[in-house]
């Protein structure tokens, strides 16, 4: 499985934590505004993501996102903190 950037942990951090709150997944505007880039470049880092299988959608369907949570804890560049959030590996094979 690939690493995960520390922006790609951004992004699933947002979505975790929306989805916490609010019971649904957000959409491209909600993700986009706390990295401060555009809704094209969050629909990027979704497509991204969902290719490296840790991000499922469902088609057509609104605030459809959910996260693998079985394929981010098979991934070594990924680890959890105290808090449970997603954390960048230490490790110098991490390729960050």
């Not at 990027?44 to 996102?65: D, E, M, P, Q």
Request: hydrophobic fraction near 35%; include cysteine.
């Amino acid at each position: 499985m690939a690493h995960l950037t520390p922006k790609q942990l951004r992004v699933v951090d947002i979505i975790r934590q929306f989805r916490t709150k609010w019971g649904f997944g957000p959409t491209l505007e909600e993700i986009a505004a706390p990295l401060r880039v555009t809704k094209a470049t969050a629909q990027c880092h979704i497509r991204t993501l969902s290719a490296k299988n840790i991000l499922r959608r469902a088609r057509y369907a609104h605030r459809s996102i959910e996260i693998n949570e079985d394929a981010l804890a098979d991934d070594p560049g990924t680890a959890r903190n105290s808090s449970g959030r997603s954390a960048p590996c230490s490790e110098s094979s991490c390729s960050m």
